[in-house]
């Protein structure tokens, strides 16, 4: 399985930007979602959305601000954030995961290569 993201950049705070993560190959996770590591920090959770029955999960500091959403038959997801921060400013990595471990990053089945999204102030 291969996961390719895109849709990264610069954007000024209070912007907004889309990802987009294309699975390729068979994906036996359950979720499909995000990461994010900025420069001497931890990766961490972002966001995800389960693959049977749509339901979204998002870390506490992009409530309200980010969307995930899917096309599970395209094995697709996409995170909208909107009124973006500089401290979103991080390398952003689509992961596979199970259910009960997808806000662990040792849990990640699959992880697709970064993408950088830097939110100027």
């Known amino acids: 399985v291969q996961l390719q993201a895109s849709g990264g950049g610069l954007v000024q705070a209070g912007g907004s930007l889309r990802l987009s993560c294309a699975a390729s190959?068979?994906?036996?996770?359950?979720?499909m979602g995000w990461f994010r590591q900025a420069p001497g920090k931890e990766r961490e959770f972002v966001a995800a959305?389960?693959?049977?029955?749509?339901?979204?999960f998002y870390t506490d500091s992009v409530k309200g601000r980010f969307t995930i959403s899917g096309d599970m038959a395209k094995n697709t997801v996409w995170l909208q954030m909107n009124s973006l921060k500089p401290e979103d400013t991080a390398v952003y990595y689509c992961?596979?995961?199970?259910?009960?471990?997808?806000?662990?990053?040792?849990?990640?089945?699959?992880w697709g290569k970064g993408t950088q999204v830097t939110v100027s102030s």
């Open positions: 992961a596979g995961s199970w259910i009960g471990t997808m806000r662990d990053p040792n849990g990640v089945r699959y």
């Open positions: 190959g068979r994906t036996s996770v359950d979720v």
């Open positions: 959305i389960r693959r049977s029955g749509g339901s979204t």
